[in-house]
């Protein structure tokens, strides 16, 4: 009766989804809001109300709740009195630039010269091309304000798609894990600085990369990228340690699949406005070099601290350096670790590089970290730490404005004051970094990797051998042999004796 053929197919059994409110006891503790964790005998998947969808209405509520929170601004704070938008930490670009950047005048981004100081728009094509399309949707009729109005609620309508497809994106690349998609969806800098400006439009189509990377799908996630880098520079740089993964994997067909699309991606966005437009395509490039330090970084404590500030092109050169440095500490981690680090984690510490490095960090800069956090160190606690020290900043930065403008009645906060605020950005960004760097050195302190998995995210990377590595780790030390624990061989897939 054993060798008779029973009918039925074999399948092989699927990891259980790993659900935080069992390994995570802030989430936990969170989860009594809602009635307590999910039990195990939980109906999951049999019901309208997926992981996928709950997270995607919740990012979408909460993002509402953001722009509930600008209404002082919408109402009047935007066009009566200097310091009312600050005072009510409700300011956004979007309203102001609609008639500064020529939209209000129907002038064409890139090719039309504006009036101002400004002489073309100092946003990058992709950026500019969502720019002119939310002017095409805004009524030309009425009062400046009212068109303001509008042109600002049109943004957010638009915004809110993005950051309902971040939401999905990252709540669908770690397949075993959707529910770490609720740190996007919750997070409240995300809800506070989502419509500053129009980082969100990177930012959706930066995790839409990363979820087809997750996917195996080199060629689309580099088309997705070089889309992102056209529409904000940061996201050029995840391509610097995705290599240093590739080196070590011995992937290189997969990475310069992705690159090949990438460039193509790119040079299609701006090769037309490139070949007709120089000097207005340009200017973001020019403006980036030639501004000051600014508003956010540690440059502007040393400046303001200082009888002869640095000059802006050595502030640049060093700049440069640091973020080299940084770099070159990101490729030394990835080839001497003891575990390939995960595609998500080095994501997160190069991106995360820039912005510590940078000469300006502008609050909605927040929104490029949030889903690359999500994936990188899914720890709430954790989260929680470093979002608490982003609303800080949040809060500093228009308490510094509304001091700076309310002239002699001084209402706000002084510039030690914000010097302070933009330590606490610091610390909580540093504290994140070093959260992640422990989890790579330490891989049985990953959430993720202590789960079972090796890299989700990490598409053709997952489960892969190692073909070129440095240090110890190409000399693994062997386990103990009074050492019980399960141990997780990452880096090699089931049939070549790992355990996944």
């Given at each position: 009766?054993?060798?008779?053929?029973?009918?039925?197919?074999?399948?092989?059994h699927?990891?259980?989804?790993?659900?935080?409110?069992?390994?995570?006891?802030v989430?936990a503790?969170?989860?009594e809001?809602i009635g307590?964790?999910i039990?195990?005998?939980?109906?999951l998947?049999r019901s309208?109300?997926t992981?996928?969808?709950?997270?995607?209405?919740?990012?979408?509520?909460?993002?509402?709740?953001?722009?509930?929170?600008k209404?002082?601004?919408?109402?009047?704070?935007w066009?009566?009195?200097a310091?009312?938008?600050?005072?009510?930490?409700c300011?956004?670009?979007?309203p102001?630039?609609?008639?500064?950047?020529?939209?209000?005048?129907g002038?064409?981004p890139y090719?039309?010269?504006?009036p101002?100081?400004?002489e073309?728009?100092?946003?990058?094509v992709?950026?500019?091309?969502?720019?002119?399309?939310a002017a095409?949707?805004?009524?030309?009729?009425g009062?400046?304000?009212?068109?303001?109005q509008w042109?600002?609620?049109?943004?957010a309508?638009m915004l809110?798609?993005?950051?309902?497809?971040?939401a999905?994106?990252?709540?669908?690349?770690h397949?075993?894990?959707?529910?770490d998609?609720l740190?996007i969806?919750?997070?409240p800098?995300?809800a506070?600085?989502?419509?500053?400006?129009w980082?969100?439009?990177?930012?959706?189509?930066?995790?839409?990369?990363m979820?087809?990377?997750s996917?195996g799908?080199?060629?689309?996630?580099g088309?997705?990228?070089?889309?992102a880098?056209a529409?904000k520079?940061?996201?050029?740089?995840?391509?610097g340690?995705?290599?240093?993964?590739?080196?070590?994997?011995?992937?290189?067909?997969?990475?310069?699949?992705?690159?090949?699309?990438?460039?193509?991606?790119?040079i299609?966005?701006?090769?037309p406005?490139?070949?007709?437009?120089?000097?207005?395509?340009?200017?973001?490039y020019t403006?980036?070099?030639?501004?000051?330090?600014?508003?956010?970084?540690?440059?502007?404590i040393?400046a303001q601290?200082s009888?002869?500030?640095?000059a802006?092109?050595?502030?640049n050169t060093?700049?440069?350096l640091l973020?080299?440095?940084?770099?070159?500490?990101?490729?030394a981690?990835?080839l001497?670790?003891p575990r390939r680090?995960?595609?998500?984690?080095?994501?997160?510490?190069?991106?995360?590089?820039f912005?510590l490095?940078?000469?300006?960090?502008s609050?909605?800069?927040?929104?490029w970290?949030v889903?690359?956090?999500?994936?990188?160190?899914?720890?709430?606690r954790?989260?929680?730490?470093?979002?608490?020290?982003?609303?800080?900043y949040f809060?500093?930065?228009?308490?510094?404005?509304a001091y700076?403008?309310?002239?002699?009645?001084?209402?706000g906060l002084?510039?030690?004051?914000y010097?302070w605020?933009?330590g606490a950005?610091?610390a909580?960004?540093?504290?994140?970094?070093v959260?992640?760097?422990?989890?790579?050195?330490?891989p049985?302190?990953?959430?993720v990797?202590r789960?079972g998995?090796?890299?989700?995210?990490?598409?053709v990377?997952?489960?892969?051998?190692?073909?070129?590595?440095?240090g110890?780790?190409?000399r693994?030390?062997r386990?103990?042999a009074?050492?019980?624990?399960?141990?997780?061989?990452?880096?090699?897939?089931?049939?070549?004796?790992?355990?996944?």
């Amino acid at each position: 009766m054993c060798g008779m053929p029973s009918g039925k197919t074999t399948s092989v059994h699927e990891p259980d989804p790993v659900r935080p409110t069992e390994e995570d006891r802030v989430a936990a503790a969170g989860s009594e809001l809602i009635g307590g964790p999910i039990g195990r005998r939980a109906l999951l998947g049999r019901s309208w109300w997926t992981p996928v969808r709950v997270i995607a209405l919740v990012a979408i509520g909460v993002f509402a709740l953001g722009l509930v929170q600008k209404a002082p601004c919408y109402n009047g704070a935007w066009f009566f009195g200097a310091s009312s938008q600050y005072t009510h930490a409700c300011y956004s670009d979007i309203p102001h630039l609609y008639q500064g950047r020529g939209f209000a005048d129907g002038l064409v981004p890139y090719f039309d010269r504006l009036p101002g100081d400004m002489e073309y728009l100092e946003y990058p094509v992709l950026t500019g091309v969502f720019m002119e399309v939310a002017a095409w949707l805004t009524p030309g009729s009425g009062s400046i304000q009212h068109q303001e109005q509008w042109y600002w609620m049109v943004n957010a309508g638009m915004l809110m798609a993005c950051a309902a497809v971040i939401a999905v994106c990252v709540t669908r690349t770690h397949a075993r894990r959707p529910w770490d998609g609720l740190l996007i969806a919750l997070a409240p800098a995300f809800a506070l600085t989502a419509t500053i400006n129009w980082d969100l439009l990177a930012v959706a189509l930066t995790a839409a990369a990363m979820l087809m990377w997750s996917r195996g799908r080199a060629l689309a996630f580099g088309l997705l990228l070089g889309l992102a880098t056209a529409a904000k520079l940061y996201p050029v740089l995840i391509l610097g340690p995705l290599l240093v993964l590739c080196w070590r994997a011995g992937r290189w067909r997969q990475y310069c699949t992705a690159l090949g699309g990438a460039a193509v991606a790119w040079i299609v966005v701006n090769g037309p406005v490139m070949l007709f437009a120089f000097d207005g395509w340009s200017k973001f490039y020019t403006f980036s070099q030639e501004r000051g330090v600014d508003f956010g970084s540690f440059w502007l404590i040393l400046a303001q601290n200082s009888d002869d500030p640095i000059a802006t092109e050595t502030v640049n050169t060093l700049a440069t350096l640091l973020m080299l440095l940084c770099c070159a500490g990101v490729a030394a981690l990835t080839l001497t670790a003891p575990r390939r680090p995960r595609f998500a984690q080095l994501a997160f510490l190069i991106v995360a590089a820039f912005i510590l490095t940078n000469k300006v960090y502008s609050p909605q800069y927040v929104l490029w970290l949030v889903p690359l956090a999500a994936l990188a160190r899914p720890k709430w606690r954790d989260f929680l730490i470093w979002q608490a020290c982003e609303v800080t900043y949040f809060l500093g930065i228009w308490m510094y404005l509304a001091y700076t403008t309310s002239g002699d009645a001084h209402k706000g906060l002084p510039t030690d004051g914000y010097h302070w605020a933009i330590g606490a950005h610091l610390a909580g960004t540093l504290f994140l970094c070093v959260m992640v760097v422990r989890d790579i050195l330490m891989p049985d302190r990953d959430p993720v990797r202590r789960s079972g998995d090796d890299d989700p995210s990490g598409g053709v990377l997952d489960g892969a051998e190692d073909v070129f590595v440095l240090g110890p780790a190409a000399r693994p030390a062997r386990h103990a042999a009074h050492f019980e624990a399960p141990q997780v061989d990452w880096g090699r897939t089931p049939a070549e004796g790992g355990s996944l």
